[in-house]
């Protein structure tokens, strides 16, 4: 599944890759090449962030439902508990 990025985050972004060239490199990066080398890193480096990311989703999800157990569990037949004095329940 290839990762894509809407029509006005991938303009932000270029933007972005434009101003990190013109700030940190000797030559400026024009908008062509900026969306060329978006679309690298959308191909290449993109898709292991967003394992990554799927996993620590997987992976918090997985510890709530782990805790629902704690969290919504109900002990069964208490009914009669209520109705029973303190000294003779056992």
Not at 25 to 49: K, T, W, Y
């Amino acid at each position: 599944m290839p990762i894509e990025l809407p029509e006005d985050a991938r303009a932000a972004a270029i933007a972005s890759i434009q101003r990190y060239f013109d700030t940190n490199m000797d030559e400026p990066i024009g908008n062509v090449a900026a969306g060329g080398l978006l679309g690298f890193f959308l191909e290449e480096i993109a898709p292991a962030v967003y394992n990554r990311a799927i996993a620590d989703a997987q992976e918090r999800m997985q510890a709530r439902i782990v805790e629902l157990d704690i969290d919504l569990h109900e002990e069964p037949f208490q009914y009669w508990r209520k109705f029973e004095s303190p000294r003779r329940r056992k």
